[in-house]
Nanobody
Framework: QVQLVESGGGLVQAGHSLRLSCVVS????????MGWFRQAPGKQREFVAA????????HFARPVRDRFAISRDNAKNTVFLQMNNLQLDDTGVYYC????????????????????WGQGTQVTVSS
């Protein structure tokens, strides 16, 4: 059974950086898209970034496009989210998600395309 475990969250001052990691158990990690989503207090979960199965194609939400980077190490079944110049609005619970039902498909930002989710890791940005 595939499981996703995020790590790397924490409390950070505005302008600083964090790197989140998500380790995925199971086989075939290198065949499906991986995404990051976040949920701020009192708000709906929203898309942040996604990587295609090979890592060659990525997609970002507009608010983070110039500050965040997504990468993956298929040999280690791990996807990363590098977050730079963090802002107060970046505060929230960050979830990684796997699009396991869509093997070798294009990168996607739709929650409906992600079938498995991690438990989330808290990111808090202070002023």
């Amino acid at each position: 059974q595939v499981q996703l475990v995020e790590s790397g969250g924490g409390l950070v001052q505005a302008g600083h950086s964090l790197r989140l990691s998500c380790v995925v158990s199971g086989d075939a990690f290198d065949t499906y898209c991986m995404g990051w989503f976040r949920q701020a207090p009192g708000k709906q979960r929203e898309f942040v970034a996604a990587s295609s199965w090979s890592g060659a194609s990525t997609h970002f939400a507009r608010p983070v496009r110039d500050r965040f980077a997504i990468s993956r190490d298929n040999a280690k079944n791990t996807v990363f989210l590098q977050m730079n110049n963090l802002q107060l609005d970046d505060t929230g619970v960050y979830y990684c998600a796997a699009s396991t039902d869509r093997k070798y498909k294009a990168v996607t930002n739709s929650e409906d395309d992600y079938s498995l989710w991690g438990q989330g890791t808290q990111v808090t940005v202070s002023s």
